[in-house]
């Protein structure tokens, strides 16, 4: 087992002595957060102004009018991934069969559906800042494109990884359960987080439902995460050594640290002193808690199954 971690941590050092992009490196670990947290963030805000279009009332009103940044943090951070993905390639020559042959890869795919939610949800924001209203034609005509397309982003985070079947860790559908729950709570905590900084006094009052729905999503990510866990800590041999790194080898600080305390474990403690810190206070801090967790979950996720023994090849994004 020593010998396969040994070979594994070599070939992803030796693909950087050769001036190539790191397989998994920092850049698609921010590219596999960005991504999600963009598309968390869409659709948070389109599902709660579709509900507030459904069912209108005095809450729900409230609600549509806090989640209001959400429809321009989507475009913002889903091109920013996309900078990612690009920066990460690096080669023009790796980028362009994405480009044409969307269906060759899971990268492709996955690339196609990050664009196209970008368009979508960039002509929803443009419009949004050029009318006082949007119509609700205009909303569902190009909320509902990009909402299926943040559905495929978010899902597509996880299904790049849990379809490499040489890395038993990863192998998994409940990573993609965990991938996406973690997309939806980075994605209303980028909301919350921005109306807290950006809004006023009233605005806050707004977010604490949006806020208590994160927390409820925070702890469904939770019980996910740990499902995922227990059942890679009983399979294959490989996934096993994944499992006791990510708890209590070298990932054991990232994981406990950033994952389980600033993701899960600051923000359900804010939920509980709002009133002895104050509201905004605690609609950052746990909303900042939220965004860390989510990053180094992709982080140790990651990290953890590059212990396993792979040949360098099976982890080439399929290119």
């Known amino acids: 087992m020593g010998a396969g971690m040994d070979r594994s941590a070599t070939l992803c050092r030796a693909s950087e002595r050769d001036g190539r992009s790191v397989v998994f ?3 698609i670990i ?21 509900w507030d279009l459904i ?14 940044p959400g429809f321009y943090l989507a475009p913002v951070l889903g091109a920013f991934s996309i900078l990612l993905l690009v920066l990460d390639l690096g080669n023009p020559d790796r980028i362009l069969p994405l480009v044409m042959n969307p ?14 939610f970008v368009l979508c949800s960039g002509l929803l924001a443009a419009f949004s800042l050029v009318v006082r209203e949007v119509p609700r034609w205009l909303l569902v005509l190009l909320g509902t494109p990009a909402c299926l397309c ?3 982003v978010m899902s597509y985070t996880g299904v790049l990884l849990s379809t490499m079947v040489s890395i038993d860790f990863w192998y998994s559908p409940w ?4 991938f996406v729950l973690s997309s939806l709570t980075t994605g209303a905590a980028a909301i919350v987080a921005t109306e807290t900084i950006t809004g006023t006094p009233a605005a806050h009052q707004n977010l604490l439902g949006l806020w208590r729905v994160s927390g409820v999503l ?21 996934a096993i050594e994944s499992v006791r790194q990510l708890t209590l080898g070298t990932l054991a600080l990232p994981f406990w640290g950033g994952v389980v305390a600033a993701g899960f474990l600051i923000p359900w403690a804010m939920h509980g002193l709002r009133r002895l810190t104050g509201r905004a206070p605690a609609l950052l801090i746990s909303s900042m808690g939220v965004l860390t967790g989510g990053l180094m979950l992709r982080y140790c996720i990651v990290g953890a199954g590059l212990y396993s023994p792979l040949v360098l090849s099976s982890v080439a994004l399929g290119l």
């Open 175 to 178: 990573l993609v359960v965990v």
């Open 25 to 27: 490196g920092w850049y």
């Open 218 to 238: 925070t702890a469904l990510e939770a019980i996910a995460l740990l499902v995922f866990l227990l059942l890679q800590a009983h399979g294959a041999p490989q």
């Open 150 to 152: 943040a559905v495929g």
């Open 103 to 116: 269906l060759a890869s899971i990268v492709g795919v996955g690339a196609w559906l990050l664009g196209l």
């Open 55 to 68: 069912r209108k009332s005095p809450a729900s009103e409230r609600a549509a009018a806090a989640v209001q």
């Open 30 to 50: 921010a590219y596999l957060f960005v991504a999600g947290a963009g598309s968390g963030a869409f659709f948070v805000a389109f599902a709660t102004c579709l």
